[in-house]
């Protein structure tokens, strides 16, 4: 009986818990009220998500860049239902480069200047791709991807690479060479597409446990 009452209240409580997130989503309609929203809990449970036209090609991904402000859906599993709706969406200018990014705090000047070196020297005479060298040098956390970033917006660059000037003064397929040395920081990138605009959205995630 104590166990038929244990799992009766924990069935209430967790509709309960479901329909309460189904209000609050419900009046939720722009980035800043989900911002707040989400401020202070865990985010396990609770964040914003981007999803963009070419980086993020699932089902979900595409219902979600297809539909309007404000569409919600669901998925479900064993243990957990998980809400998603569209607090913003946008169609702004995307960047995709490649970069090799080599850190003045473990390397010495001249380390530096020899990895430009070889680094320019494999890739003009075609001895080895571009990513390659990234994952043989480069000190970034992309370093596995052959130092691609994927398509991103410009703020989505590491700081030093945010210089429109310097993308839009370069064909794809040049490399060349930037540095920060006031904070130790040295690349060698590549522009590998032209500027597209893409359709991204920002979404609302909620985590309900079952």
């Known amino acids: 009986m104590k166990l ?17 997130v189904t209000k609050e989503l419900k009046d939720i309609e722009t980035e800043e009220q989900a911002e ?3 401020d202070g809990k865990k985010k396990k449970h609770y964040q914003i998500m981007r999803f963009n036209e ?6 979900l991904a595409q219902d979600l860049l297809s539909g309007g402000q404000g569409t919600t859906t669901s998925t479900r599993t ?3 239902k998980t809400y ?20 003045g705090k ?14 320019l ?31 991103v917006k410009i703020t989505d660059l590491p700081t030093t690479l945010a210089d ?6 370069h064909k794809v397929d040049d490399i060349y060479m930037v540095s920060n040395k006031e904070t130790n920081q040295f690349y060698i990138v590549k522009k590998t597409h032209v500027i597209r605009r893409i359709k991204e959205v920002k979404v609302l995630k909620v985590v309900e446990q079952l």
């Open 36 to 38: 707040a929203y989400v």
């Open 4 to 20: 038929f009452l244990s799992a009766l209240c924990l069935g209430f409580s967790l509709t309960a818990f479901a329909q309460n």
């Open 84 to 103: 998603f709706k569209v607090v913003g969406k946008t169609n702004d200018p995307h960047y995709r480069l490649s970069y090799i990014y080599l850190d």
């Open 121 to 151: 020297l494999k890739h003009d005479s075609q001895l080895e791709t571009f990513a390659n060298l990234a994952k043989k040098y480069s000190d970034a956390k992309n370093a596995f991807k052959g130092g691609d970033t994927n398509w």
């Open 54 to 59: 070419e980086n993020h090609q699932s089902k």
């Open 106 to 119: 473990k390397h010495s000047m001249k380390e530096i200047d020899l990895i430009r070196k070889k680094v």
């Open 164 to 169: 429109l000037d310097e993308i839009l003064g």
């Open 78 to 80: 064993q243990f957990e």
